[in-house]
């Protein structure tokens, strides 16, 4: 059976950047990240994206710790596009930052994600594209859209590639149906599935589903991360990883629930 993309409300809502910025706008959010990253990052630099998306990005090199300080601005908000940083493995660039930003839950969580990365922007957008690994996209700051197609029907692998180069990516903006549609008649777009990601929401992405991401218009600065799976078995470790971490909060919870009871009886 074909994995399916899976939604899950406030699956990170005790993770450490959503815990502790709860009920805050984004860029008072954003505040409290740029002090975390500045402790345990330090002056860590990453090129990030400058553009409308990675197709035509320019990359440039930016201090992450000044990157989230300036997302904090109110200016942030009317300077799009800002520096993107896209896929940023910030964690195996500074493993100390897995404490602050990553709840102990996933320490020896298995299996485990091949990779961590994060995504950390205004106004960002990633176009039509698929991945060859399983994603689970962790919404922490802000919110993001996600549009989806499957992989396997006839008019999604007739879909309009980007470049030979890039063929993995498309310029169909899944976004505005009616226009793509007019443009690329073959485009199926009843078959577009939506999702917008408030912070501690998460999405389980399988492998080869296209998929387009980006910040939701009630908000201007948005801060993520993406655990990958990665080989054949890819889906189904993903769908035991997620599985796992969803048992053992129901497991925490109910004994919450007892020990409330056992003090209330």
């Known amino acids: 059976m074909r994995a399916a993309p899976r939604f899950l409300p406030g699956f990170a809502r005790d993770w450490p950047a959503v815990a502790s910025t709860a009920g805050l706008p984004p860029h008072e959010a954003m505040r409290w990240l740029a002090g975390e990253l500045a402790a345990g990052a330090g002056d860590l630099v990453l090129d990030a994206e400058v553009g409308c998306s990675y197709l035509d990005a320019e990359l440039v090199p930016v201090s992450v710790p000044a990157l989230a300080a300036y997302l904090s601005e109110p200016r942030a ?3 799009a596009p800002g520096p993107y940083l896209a896929q940023a493995d910030l964690f195996a660039e500074r493993p100390g930052l897995r404490e602050r930003l990553l709840p102990p839950s996933l320490t020896d969580r298995t299996p485990r994600p091949y990779r961590t990365v994060a995504w950390l922007g205004g106004a960002t957008s990633s176009p039509l594209h698929h991945d060859p690994y399983a994603g689970l996209l962790v919404q922490q700051i802000g919110r993001k859209r996600c549009a989806l197609l499957p992989p396997d029907s006839p008019s999604t692998q007739s879909l309009p590639r980007h470049t030979l180069l890039q063929g993995n990516s498309s310029p169909v903006d899944p976004f505005a149906p009616r226009r793509d549609t007019e443009r690329y008649p073959d485009y199926p777009a009843a078959a577009v599935l939506e999702h917008v990601l408030s912070e501690g929401d998460a999405l389980l992405i399988p492998r080869r589903w296209w998929h387009a991401v980006r910040t939701d ?48 009886g």
């Open 217 to 264: 218009d009630s908000t201007f600065a948005s801060f993520s991360l993406t655990l990958w799976w990665d080989g054949a078995s890819a889906d189904a470790e993903a769908e035991r990883f997620v599985r796992g971490v969803l048992e053992s909060k129901e497991r925490r919870d109910e004994g919450a629930r007892t020990v409330g009871a056992e003090r209330n």
């Open 77 to 79: 908000a009317v300077e």
